[in-house]
Nanobody
Framework: VQLQASGGGLVQAGDSLRLSCVVSRRTSSGYVMGWFRQAPGKEREFVGGMSWSGGSTNYADSVKGRFTISRDNAKDTGSLQMNSLKPEDTAVYYC???????????????????WGQGTQVTVSS
């Protein structure tokens, strides 16, 4: 399984940005898609995730109501819509796949065995 995230950039506080994630895989098995971020000097933190069916989502408290995750299993893509961005949202954002679970979205990075390369999001004040 390979993932590639894109869509990052430099925006101002209050702006919106949409990140995309493309998944390449050789198996038809499902996976939970997660989004994480890592700011300089900080640990990687969970942003949000969506189950394989799309019926279950989980968001970090810091982004609830501002960020929305979606996915298209037919195209093996996912997205993270980020609205009302704040300077504290500045980080490298990663999409990741947990192939051991289908409907339970966990927040622990070690549960996600496959990661994209990350895309930088910078929010200026």
């Amino acid at each position: 399984v390979q993932l590639q995230a894109s869509g990052g950039g430099l925006v101002q506080a209050g702006d919106s940005l949409r990140l995309s994630c493309v998944v390449s895989r050789r198996t038809s098995s499902g996976y939970v898609m997660g989004w994480f971020r890592q700011a300089p000097g900080k640990e990687r933190e969970f942003v949000g995730g969506m189950s394989w069916s799309g019926g279950s989502t989980n968001y970090a408290d810091s982004v609830k109501g501002r960020f929305t995750i979606s996915r298209d299993n037919a195209k093996d893509t996912g997205s993270l819509q980020m609205n009302s961005l704040k300077p504290e949202d500045t980080a490298v954002y990663y999409c990741a796949a947990d192939v051991r679970r289908l409907e339970i979205v966990t927040t622990t990075p070690r549960n996600y065995g496959y990661w994209g390369q990350g895309t930088q999001v910078t929010v200026s004040s």
